[in-house]
């Protein structure tokens, strides 16, 4: 046997339990760019939105979110009605077929906030409880801040100060 064939062998028995964690930490879902618009001062609603793809085998389904920001919070989509975008609560939520991608963003589907019960800052996070049919529920942050910045929202730091020229 030679060294890389080894090296290769203990590489393998290294990762394996690793692997094996993270299945079961649900990892067949990728979860980016979580963040909730930061209000417009004097409003009590506000939306959220991620982008949720399953690498599984099997389909899944984002059932419900549940947060301590609002006396409501509601999985909405948005419908044209006599030439007019309104939001209606989608009961159950939205199918993620396997290899698929399920993206909330601003214009569309989203996650709602009704009546909110505490003071939403610009650069704070908020954790959010996701309700997935099969993987349960899974606790994710939420960035807060203006959609401008929404393709900031993951792994980056928002200490710089955002002016708007
Ligand atoms: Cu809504």
């Known amino acids: 046997m030679n060294l890389k064939l080894k090296l290769v062998s203990l590489l393998v028995a290294l ?17 980016q760019h979580s963040w909730i618009k930061a209000p417009v001062p004097g409003t009590m609603m506000t939306g959220g939105f991620i982008s949720i793809t399953n690498n599984g085998k099997h389909d899944e389904q984002l059932v419900a979110a549940y947060s301590d920001i609002a006396k409501n919070t509601e999985l909405h989509t948005m419908v044209m009605i006599d030439g007019v975008m309104k939001m209606r609560e989608v009961e159950g939520g939205w199918v993620i077929p396997a290899g698929e991608t399920l993206t909330l963003a601003p214009g ?6 009704i009546g909110l019960t505490s003071m939403l800052m610009e650069g704070d996070k908020q954790i959010l409880t996701l309700e997935f049919k099969h993987a349960g529920k899974v606790e994710r942050a939420f960035m807060i801040h203006k959609p401008e910045n929404a393709n900031m929202s993951d792994g980056h730091s928002h200490d710089d100060s955002h002016s708007d020229h």
Do not use: C, Y
């Open 15 to 31: 990762f394996l339990p690793v692997m094996a964690l993270a299945a079961h930490n649900h990892s067949n879902l990728d979860i």
């Open 108 to 113: 569309g589907n989203h996650i709602m906030f």
